[in-house]
Nanobody, 124 residues
Framework: QVQLVESGGGLVQAGGSLRLSCAAS????????MGWFRRAPGKEREFVAT????????YYADSVKGRFTISRDNAKNTVYLQMNSLKPEDTAVYYC?????????????????WGQGTQVTVSS
């Protein structure tokens, strides 16, 4: 089973940027889609973005479309989430996950390996 480790979270002012990274162990990284999800305080975990195994296809939640960009480097077994124009409502723990299939999905049940999460806090 793949292990996922997120990094890059922190405290940033509204309007600022952060880049999250998720490093995967194991040799199966390039076979599967990857996704980013988040859990805000007092809320359920929600979909943020997903990317197909090749990186050719991406899909975003409406709340982050145009501000966030997901990408991957299969040679480095790493997926990224570039977050620009951050808002206080983006404050959450962000998780990366490996999908069960080669194409991405917004459905959390289609992901079977999860990282431990990284905290992102956006101050107003």
């Amino acid at each position: 089973q793949v292990q996922l480790v997120e990094s890059g979270g922190g405290l940033v002012q509204a309007g600022g940027s952060l880049r999250l990274s998720c490093a995967a162990s194991g040799r199966t990284f390039s076979r599967y889609a990857m996704g980013w999800f988040r859990r805000a305080p007092g809320k359920e975990r929600e979909f943020v973005a997903t990317i197909s195994r090749s990186g050719d296809n991406t899909y975003y939640a409406d709340s982050v479309k145009g501000r966030f960009t997901i990408s991957r480097d299969n040679a480095k077994n790493t997926v990224y989430l570039q977050m620009n124009s951050l808002k206080p409502e983006d404050t959450a723990v962000y998780y990366c996950a490996q999908g069960q299939y080669s194409s991405g999905s917004y459905n959390q049940r289609e992901y079977y390996s999860w990282g431990q999460g990284t905290q992102v806090t956006v101050s107003s």
